[in-house]
Each structure stands twice: as C-alpha cells, then as structure tokens.
Nanobody
Framework: QLQLVESGGGLVQPGGSLRLSCAAS????????IGWFRQAPGKEREGISC????????GYADSVKGRFTISRDNAKNTVYLQMNSLKFEDTAVYYC???????????????WGQGTLVTVSS
C-alpha cells in the first residue's frame, strides 16, 4: 500500500520556523515528483511547492517563495519543507503528495498524505 505520512506541524509564533517531513512507505520517492499543498480554513487547497523526481528542480508559489524551501533525501525516502518567516496566513493543514509523471511537476497527483496542521499564532 502506497502511503505518505507528514509530520512536524504545530503551533509557532509569527516569524518562527518549522520543518515538515513527508515520509513514504510502500514505494520509493526517487521516481516521483513530490509536492506540498495546503488548505486554510474556508479556502481551497493550493499547491505551494514541488520538487521533481529527475533533477530535484523545485518550484514555489509566490506566497511562499523566498521563505519556504523544499528538499528531498532519497536515502531516507523523505521530502522536507523548511518554513521560515512564518506568517498568520500560513496557518493551514499541509499535505504532501506524489506525482509519478515525469516532467509534470505535481500536476498529476496519485498519492496524498493525511495532512499535518500548522498554526501560526501569537
């Protein structure tokens, strides 16, 4: 069974940092583009970052560019999202997801994690 499990969410003050982890089981992340998505209360889910399977190329939504960094450790079968300079509006449930299609950069998601809550509050 293909599974993704997120961890690392929690409560953080504005300006603080968190690192989310996305661990895979049942498959090898090497061959997948891996994305991070988030859904804030009352809003639609949005894609915020994706790292490609091939060269590790990364893309970011404008809302997080310069503050968030996606990375992958294939040896640990894990992808990370380092989140710095967090803002109130970053509060959301964060999901990681896997896309097996070469070059699609997370536009063809086939596996979703269950999500981890990030709350930015003073």
């Amino acid at each position: 069974q293909l599974q993704l499990v997120e961890s690392g969410g929690g409560l953080v003050q504005p300006g603080g940092s968190l690192r989310l982890s996305c661990a895979a089981s049942g498959f090898t992340l090497d061959y997948y583009n891996i994305g991070w998505f988030r859904q804030a209360p009352g809003k639609e889910r949005e894609g915020i970052s994706c790292i490609s399977s091939s060269h590790g190329s990364a893309g970011y939504a404008d809302s997080v560019k310069g503050r968030f960094t996606i990375s992958r450790d294939n040896a640990k079968n894990t992808v990370y999202l380092q989140m710095n300079s967090l803002k109130f509006e970053d509060t959301a449930v964060y999901y990681c997801a896997a896309d097996p299609t070469y070059g699609s950069m997370c536009r063809n998601i086939e596996v979703w994690g269950q999500g981890t809550l990030v709350t930015v509050s003073s």
